[in-house]
């Protein structure tokens, strides 16, 4: 499956355009963090492309949510780690996260919507300007977008980067493609 199927895909089964976006931001930090760990730059963008492909399939039931994803990144032709990547990013199956996939995509998903909403409360509601230490400082504030699981993205720790760089590399990735993100 091309890069381009696998966006035509998505874009086939979700609607909600916020949704591509996230997905596009996931893929676009899960490429720098295969490059800054010398991983498959291809199998890890493709499972943060995919890995929400479900979301409205399964409107939102997180027990179905991810089951559905990988079975359906499986029939578009993604490997057995991409799927499994995808299946166990749901944290409420508890199935252990075992590879380093498995952990980078667990821990860059909530990041996306943290370093998101920091871009919105700007005045240009843009990632351009937008600098590391200012969301290391909206890291600290547990009630900004509250969403994003600070524990989760700490987690980043187990493949072995500090948060500090964590957050650097996920900017300066979501920043990369600001235009497809529209911020
Ligand atoms: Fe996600």
């Known amino acids: 499956?091309?890069?381009e199927e696998a966006l035509?895909?998505?874009k086939a089964n979700?609607?909600?355009e916020n949704l591509v976006k996230h997905m596009l931001a996931t893929e676009a930090i899960m490429r720098a963090l295969a490059r800054r760990l010398n991983e498959d730059k291809e199998e890890w963008s493709l499972a943060g492309l995919l890995h929400d492909i479900d979301v409205e399939l399964t409107s939102g039931d997180m027990n179905t949510h991810s089951k559905l994803g990988a079975d359906l990144a499986r029939d578009l032709g993604a490997s057995e780690a991409v799927a499994h990547a995808i299946l166990c990013h749901n944290k409420a199956h508890d199935i252990p996260r075992e590879t380093k996939l498995d952990k980078a995509l667990f821990c860059v998903d909530p990041l996306t919507g943290l370093i998101t909403a920091a871009a919105l409360i700007?005045?240009?509601k843009k990632l351009a300007g937008l600098e590391a230490k200012s969301v290391k400082k909206r890291f600290k504030e547990k009630s900004f977008a509250a969403g994003a699981d600070r524990q989760q993205i700490s987690l980043c720790s187990e493949?072995?980067?500090?948060l500090d760089e964590f957050i650097e590399l996920g900017l300066k990735a979501m920043q990369s493609i600001a235009a497809d993100l529209g911020l």
Do not use: A, C, K
Request: overall charge negative; charged content about 40%; hydrophobic content about 30%.
């Open 159 to 162: 493949i072995g980067l500090e």
């Open 14 to 16: 979700v609607e909600n």
């Open 1 to 3: 499956m091309t890069r």
């Open 8 to 10: 035509d895909s998505v």
């Open 122 to 124: 700007r005045p240009d």
